[in-house]
C-alpha cells in the first residue's frame, strides 16, 4: 500500500486563497508544512480535519515586510489524515532549542531550526516521516552555520536509519549542502525541475531559479508519481506516493 504525501512551505497565511483549495483537493494521508503559524492551526484542522502536530522555530511579535507578521508563533508542522494512526513523534532541535524558539527572532537567519518526525501506520504498514525548515544563508551559498547545522542534523537523524525527510532546504540543488544530503539520500525532485520556489508569487519573482524543496529517502522507500505544482505559494508544493519496499 502506499500514501499520498505532500510537502509545502505555505509562508504564513497568505496564500490561504490557494492553499486551502489545492490541499482539500490532494486528499493526502499526510502534509508537511513549513512557514506555519501556530495561531493558524485550527484554520487548518477546520478546512482538512485529521490532526496536526507543530514544533515551533521563532516568535514574529514585530511587524516584518517578509511575511504577514506580527502574528506570533512560527514553525512546521505535519498534518495526518483520518486514515493514518500516529503511533509516534519526535522532535530534534538541530539549532536554538525550544526555549529559544518562543522568543522573537528574525524568521531567517536568528531563528531555531528542527526537524519534527511521525512513526505513523496504515492499513497495517509503517512509515517514518520527517520535515524541516533548513537553516537559511542570504545568498543559498553554504556557510559555516549551515555546515554546522547539517552535522547535527544528521547526528539526530542517525537513530532513524530508515525514513522520508522532506521539506524546505534552503540550500539550492547543486550546491555543497543538497550535495550533502544526497550522500545520505535520494532525492526524489524530478531531474527536470530548475526552481521549486513560484515565479508569480514569490517575492523576488524572477530571480528564483533554486530548487530547494524536495522530498529525500532512504532505500526501504519508493517515493513515485512525483508532481511539482505552481500557482499555491511562494514554492512550490511537491506531492507523491511513498511505499515501503519488500524486504530482501
Not at 212 to 238: C, E, M, N, R, W
Request: hydrophobic share 40%; with cysteine.
Amino acid at each position: 500500500m502506499s500514501l499520498k504525501l505532500v510537502t509545502l512551505n505555505i509562508e504564513g497565511s497568505k496564500h490561504f486563497d490557494r492553499v486551502f483549495p489545492f490541499l482539500q483537493s490532494q486528499m493526502a494521508d499526510v502534509i508537511c508544512l513549513q512557514e506555519v503559524f501556530q495561531i493558524d492551526l485550527d484554520s487548518i484542522t477546520a478546512k482538512l480535519g485529521g490532526q496536526i502536530l507543530f514544533v515551533p522555530m521563532t516568535n514574529m511579535s514585530r511587524l516584518r515586510t517578509r511575511v504577514d507578521s506580527p502574528r506570533g508563533i512560527w514553525g512546521i508542522a505535519i498534518w495526518l489524515s483520518e486514515r493514518v494512526k500516529l503511533i509516534e513523534s519526535q522532535t530534534y532541535y538541530y539549532r536554538g532549542s525550544p526555549t529559544a524558539a518562543l522568543t522573537d527572532n528574525d524568521p531567517g537567519y536568528d531563528s531555531s531550526r528542527a526537524v519534527v518526525l511521525v512513526r505513523v501506520s496504515a492499513d497495517g504498514e509503517e512509515f517514518v516521516i520527517a520535515t524541516t525548515h533548513f537553516t537559511w544563508t542570504p545568498d543559498g551559498v553554504a556557510d559555516d552555520r549551515q555546515k554546522a547545522d547539517f552535522a547535527t542534523l544528521m547526528q539526530a537523524l542517525s537513530t532513524h536509519p530508515e525514513l522520508i525527510l522532506c521539506g524546505d532546504f534552503n540550500a539550492p540543488r547543486g550546491g555543497e549542502i543538497f550535495s550533502a544530503f544526497c550522500q545520505h539520500f535520494t532525492d526524489n525532485l524530478p531531474a527536470d525541475v530548475r526552481t521549486t520556489l513560484d515565479p508569480e508569487l514569490h517575492r523576488y519573482h524572477n530571480q528564483v531559479a533554486l530548487a530547494v524543496d524536495t522530498i529525500f529517502s532512504t532505500p526501504s522507500y519508493l517515493v513515485k508519481d512525483v508532481i511539482v505544482q505552481s500557482g499555491v505559494s511562494d514554492h512550490k508544493a511537491i506531492v507523491a506516493q511513498i511505499e515501503r519496499r519488500a524486504e530482501g
